[in-house]
């Protein structure tokens, strides 16, 4: 199954993008705008599991914006 997480470079989101991952069944889309500065970098720290996963890819946007239907 294909599954956006968003606030994937969050607690709860990256936490909930590795445990998908984990099981290897599905493909996951991150999302997360890192709406504060210090959160770039623990972000990246909470996605560092799992960022280069094959089946994991990183939408760097806010969801109020986004095109979900490009999202396919
Ligand atoms: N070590 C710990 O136990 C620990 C650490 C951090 C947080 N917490 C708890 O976890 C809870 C919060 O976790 P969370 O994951 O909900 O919050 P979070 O702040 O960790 O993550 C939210 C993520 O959503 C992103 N985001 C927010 N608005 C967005 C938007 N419009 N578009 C795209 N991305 C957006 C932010 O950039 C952020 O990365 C709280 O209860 C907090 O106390 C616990």
Known sequence: M???VTGAAGFIGSHLCEHLLAGGDHEVIGVDAFVREEL??????NMES???HPNFQMITANILNIDWHKIA
Do not use: D, M, P
Request: proline share 0%; glycine share 8%.
């Open 2 to 4: 294909k599954i956006v």
């Open 40 to 45: 770039q970098a623990i972000g990246t720290k």
């Open 50 to 52: 799992f960022y280069k």
